[in-house]
């Protein structure tokens, strides 16, 4: 998991507030990212995923960013709310390994009221 | 149905003991994965099965034994497994169609 990285392990935002964590990985071979977000005690759910052909894609409140040239991801999450408090794991999947993803180090996202 | 099952949900055992830990999904997918998780650590791949064939070992221990006896059911066989053994296994499944994962809610193993 070495390729996938985090810059912020821990990320505190008030209710309300837009949070961004972010990615980087050393493979230009990856060709697909996920995010997933797991709660403490359960497993790891999916939020949003990304294809290494597209830079930008949205879902409900959440925003993937995705900067090749920089092999850069980032998931930006807008009106954060404390259900949002858990720890969110960029995934790469990285061409020719089977479909097998490759986890970054994670980020720990807490909202406070 | 877009869930995937473990169980048991919890699991002690000894050093010399045998269990088995399982899990089930009935969405069709035909990849089914093995993970690992410690304590604030990333999931690390354990097995990967496609069409019920081991496609991926991760170089993991041979006491842990995993088997796919059908596309919906995927079991893992621990034996004399070590107190550093003790993690959150996790479970996931895979349309061979896409790439994302769907994991299980994980079981917590613990040796003594």
């Known amino acids: 998991g070495e390729s996938v990285g985090l810059h912020l392990p821990t990320l505190s935002v008030q209710e309300g507030d837009n949070s961004i964590i972010n990615c980087a990985y050393s493979?230009?071979?990856?060709?697909?990212f996920i995010w997933y977000k797991q709660e403490s005690g359960k497993g790891p759910q999916f939020i949003i995923d990304i294809r290494s052909n597209m830079d930008k894609r949205q879902g409900q409140r959440v925003t993937v960013l995705l900067n090749k040239t920089v092999k850069h991801l980032s998931l930006q999450i807008a009106a954060t709310q404390p259900g949002d408090s858990a720890v969110y794991f960029c995934a790469e999947n990285i061409g020719n390994s089977g479909y097998a993803l490759n986890f970054g180090k994670g980020t720990s996202l807490l909202v406070t009221p | 149905d877009t869930e995937v099952t473990q169980t048991p949900k919890h699991l002690v055992m000894g050093m010399t003991n045998k269990k088995s830990l399982k899990c089930e999904q009935h969405?069709?997918?035909?990849?089914m994965y093995w993970y690992k998780q410690k304590a604030k650590k990333p999931p690390e791949l354990m097995f990967v099965?496609?069409?019920?064939?081991?496609?991926i070992n991760e170089s993991v221990p041979s006491r842990f034994s995993p088997e796919c006896p059908n596309s919906s059911l995927l079991n893992l066989h621990l034996h004399a497994l070590q107190p550093e053994d003790s993690a959150l296994y996790l479970c996931a499944s895979r349309d061979l169609t896409g790439y994302e994962q769907y994991f299980g809610p994980g079981t917590r193993l613990t040796v003594t």
């Open positions: 969405m069709g997918h035909r990849a």
């Open positions: 493979n230009s071979a990856s060709d697909y």
């Open positions: 099965y496609s069409y019920e064939k081991l496609s």
